[in-house]
């Protein structure tokens, strides 16, 4: 069993190491296994390193050209408060550490955060167009197709 701790701060993570078994075979050369344990101190270490906020702006991805505009369209609110389009900065952070499960043949990953979206004016300031709160639960089932690790990923709310 592996653990994780953050860089300079040699706490003790929230959680307690459960024994696993790995199955006995020997058919094969290596054998890898990860415990529930080394993922819920990874997810432990990056949230208290801040590794799971996020900023989105135009500089960061030229492929979301998102902007006032488009939200207007979604949120009348935005419309009305802002009638020139105006280019978005998206802040995502996690509010809790987030959770790692391992099941059979896959493990899932629940994340609670929030998301405060900015509007960019002319003079490079930020103006507050709203923030919203987000429970995203997601199934990961790894696999071996030709010689290659995939994955195969379902958000289940």
């Not at 208290?48 to 488009?70: K, P």
Request: glycine content about 4%; proline content about 7%; overall charge negative.
């Amino acid at each position: 069993q592996g653990i994780v701790y953050p860089a300079g701060n040699y706490s003790g993570p929230p959680y307690v190491a459960a024994p696993f078994t790995v199955p006995d075979q020997s058919d094969s050369m290596l054998y890898l296994a990860f415990s529930e344990y080394f993922f819920q101190t990874s997810s432990f270490a990056y949230y208290t390193a801040g590794a799971f906020n996020i900023t989105i702006a135009e500089e960061t991805c030229n492929y979301f050209n998102i902007s006032t505009e488009i939200f207007g369209s979604i949120i009348p609110e935005v419309a009305k408060y802002s009638v020139t389009p105006y280019p978005v900065m998206l802040k995502l952070m996690a509010t809790e550490i987030p959770t790692v499960s391992l099941e059979q043949d896959s493990f899932t990953v629940e994340i609670q955060g929030s998301m405060e979206v900015f509007a960019v004016l002319p003079d490079s300031t930020t103006q507050s167009l709203f923030t919203m709160n987000i429970a995203a639960n997601t199934s990961i089932a790894p696999n071996i197709f030709d010689q290659k690790l995939m994955g195969s990923l379902c958000l289940n709310r």
